[in-house]
């Protein structure tokens, strides 16, 4: 449990990061840096968008299997590590 | 030689006659000629009547026989390259198919995803479902497995930027190679059945990603009953469909964004009143001015003031006034000033206004450009109306449609009326410095380019925008690109330079993008500008000096007797100018008549070329 905390307390403190969310496989935030509307639409635009991803990548060759993904805009950089779920 | 052709019946030997029909006999062609002609004759009685067919057996009419001799011209080729394919043949087709009309709508994403038995707005539910989450042995491996994994990511961000721009300051070398072109982006429609001419447009402050644009009809007593009085305000991303509906109590002439506060718009009606309008309360206006107080006319010009507050707007109307308002307060306008050129403040004397011109630069001056084709500078913070106005520049034939400052040399400014556009000095009162030539259609708007201090806009009533680059060509314009067939009434410049909106009788927006040579600042321009700008202002300074010396000399050459030079006759009334040409009138009689005495042929004469004689003159002696 402790290990969770300073994990995400790590990330949190590097430079650049403004937030960070876990989220669950039903798209659920349980937890988070940001405020709760801005948490609540990235989780549920992100889940998807990650689980889209991931179909792609299985359809092009089930053998493989998305690792990370990154969305780079003008703005910020949204960086989404996804589960094994 | 050419093959020889055995000539039949069409030939020229011709078939004894049967009964009046039958061909006629024909000289014989020249010979190397091939005619196929029949000729035939038919009596007037038989015209009309019902055609007889009958059968007929072949006849053979030219029959050329193979010459063998000819095959020694030719020769025969071994082996042949012959190209074949066997493939479906293919056809190409295009279909336009009908517009498809799209529409964007956003999705309100509430929470989702929480069990049955945990409501998402209890916190007490949440919080405990999410601890026992974190509870889970799961949980704790993966989260530390995806932790080390994303801060590989950021450690590799924060290392390196891999996205880099690394030669960001060279600029594309020559641009002076490519011809100027505008390129269509958009085009958007009155949707109304009934089309109203777009008179004025208004880019978004921030951004630019809107635009507002008037609508009405501009034609004397052309409105009819079922004209819409809506204008609109649209999204560049969607043409088919405005953003906001404004709905004003009479059709709008102008309209304004507020360049401080992007929510706030002020229109000018055709009715005279001004209205102001806050998007985010729809399309009713906040606040109508009071009819008793407003323009007599509509309102053409209307643009916002530089104050603290940034509700400070002023207006001009062909009924002469100009008047200041207060957004807030929109009962009576906090000021007025009446554009009488004779300073006194007379409204039947007034001449009627149509472009305003406001650089913020210089909030006390402003000027007013007028129906008659004179503008008029003015000073707002004078302290008698009379002082207000400050000069008169004249020079236009017509109604003068825009005035605009050049926003890097503001002592210059361009006017547009009549069939031409011209760039004027504030110094150099009697003309303008430079102008273009004299088109076949009016122009109806200009504007400068706001990125290039040389390059300036203007439209035209046939459909035409004109660019023209000032230093490079001043005959013609730079480019002159067709954009509708019917006239174009309204331009504006988004604030890049780049992208302008122009508006048509038919109330059709077209938006353009000019090419980047038109919107790039040149190397040594805004030298070459101001040498430029210096040098006519010079020009005319000097033909003005000669012109005064020329007056001044004639005038004492011809009328000894008078004391002073008079300033013109503007500030005199109609009775007083009567009274004192009639007494200079019978002065110069008397004094010609004693002259004549003295030596008569030379006087005649130069009565005959005075050129020099006051203006209220309308008698030719």
Redesign the interface.
């Known amino acids: 449990m402790a290990e969770v905390e300073e994990t995400l307390k790590r990330i949190q403190a590097h430079k650049g990061v403004i937030g960070t969310i876990v989220v669950n496989a039903e798209g659920i935030p349980i937890r988070t840096t940001l405020d709760n509307s801005t948490t609540v639409q990235y989780a549920g635009l992100l889940h998807q968008l990650t689980m889209k991803a991931r179909s792609t990548v299985r359809d092009i060759d089930p053998q493989n299997d998305l690792t990370f993904l990154r969305i780079r805009s003008k703005k910020h950089e949204i960086m989404v590590a996804p589960g094994n779920l | 030689p050419p093959p020889r052709v055995r000539e039949g019946p069409c030939g020229s030997t011709s078939p004894p006659d049967k009964g009046g029909r039958g061909p006629a006999a024909r000289p014989p062609p020249p010979a190397g000629t091939m005619e196929i002609v029949y000729v035939y004759v038919k009596k007037r009685s038989e015209f009309g009547r019902q055609c007889n067919f009958s059968d007929r057996p072949a006849e053979t009419n030219v029959d050329i026989q193979p010459d063998p001799s000819q095959a020694r011209n030719f020769i025969e080729r071994d082996p042949i390259d012959a190209a074949i394919q066997c493939a479906s043949d293919m056809s190409e087709h295009e279909v336009n198919t009908e517009r498809f009309e799209m529409e964007n709508e956003g999705v309100n ?7 049955k038995d945990v409501n998402p707005l209890e916190m007490e539910q949440t919080i405990r ?2 601890k026992k ?3 889970d042995e799961n ?2 491996n ?3 497995q ?6 590989h ?3 590799q ?2 290392a390196i930027n891999i ?1 880099e721009e690394y030669f960001d300051d060279e600029e594309t070398a020559d641009i002076a190679d490519e011809p100027p072109s505008a390129k269509t982006i958009n085009v958007f429609r009155d949707p109304n059945v009934i089309k109203r001419t777009a008179t004025h447009l208004s880019w978004h402050p921030d951004g630019s990603k809107k635009l507002a644009v008037a609508y009405s009809s501009l034609e004397f007593q052309r409105s009819s009953k079922d004209m819409s009085y809506e204008s609109y305000i649209w999204d560049l991303e969607n043409p088919n469909r405005p953003d906001l509906v404004l709905r004003p109590s009479s059709t709008l002439v102008s309209l304004e964004y507020n360049p401080k506060d992007s929510h706030i718009l002020v229109g000018g009606c055709y009715n005279g009143q001004i209205a102001y309008w806050d998007t985010r309360k729809g399309g009713q206006p906040v606040e109508l001015s009071t009819v008793e107080f407003s323009h007599r006319d509509p309102v053409y010009g209307m643009i916002w003031l530089q104050s603290k507050t940034g509700t400070d707007c002023f207006s001009a109307s062909t009924d002469g006034q100009v008047l200041w308002w207060d957004i807030r307060k929109l009962t009576e306008p906090t000021e007025t000033l009446v554009m009488d050129i004779s300073r006194k403040g007379v409204l039947e004397n007034a001449l009627g206004a149509i472009a305003l011109e406001f650089e913020p630069t210089m909030p006390t001056k402003f000027m007013v450009g007028t129906e008659q084709g004179v503008v008029i500078t003015c000073n707002r913070k004078a302290k008698t109306p009379a002082e207000k106005i400050v000069g008169t520049y004249s020079g236009h034939h017509g109604p003068i449609y825009a005035l605009a400052r050049n926003p890097f040399f503001p002592k210059n400014f361009l006017t547009v009326g009549d069939w031409t556009a011209r760039i004027w000095s504030e110094d150099s009162k009697e003309s303008s410095i430079m102008w273009t030539k004299y088109h076949m259609a009016y122009l109806t708007d200009g504007c400068w380019s706001t990125i290039r201090p040389v390059v300036f806009f203007t439209t035209k009533m046939d459909g035409t925008l004109d660019v023209w680059d000032f230093l490079f060509k001043q005959n013609n314009p730079s480019l002159s690109v067709k954009v509708c067939d019917e006239p174009l009434f309204s331009l504006r410049l988004q604030d890049n330079g780049r992208f302008i909106g122009c508006g048509s009788k038919l109330g059709t927006v077209t938006l353009l993008e000019v090419s980047s040579g038109l919107c790039t600042l040149q190397r040594n321009e805004k030298n070459v500008a101001t040498a430029m700008f210096e040098r006519e202002t010079k020009r005319e300074k000097i033909l003005e000096a000669r012109h005064r010396e020329m007056r001044l000399k004639e005038r004492t050459k011809a009328e000894g007797k008078e004391e002073d030079v008079k300033v013109e006759t503007e500030e005199e009334t109609p009775e007083e100018l009567l009274a004192r040409v009639q007494k200079e009138f019978f002065e110069i009689i008397e004094a010609e008549i004693r002259r004549k005495e003295r030596a008569a042929k030379l006087s005649r004469a130069q009565v005959a070329q005075r050129p020099g004689l006051p203006k209220g003159w309308g008698v030719a002696l």
């Open positions: 994403h509430l929470e989702g995803g929480w069990p479902f999410r989450v974190e509870k949980y704790v993966t989260i530390i995806l932790g080390s994994l994303m801060e990511c950021i450690k961000n924060n996205y």
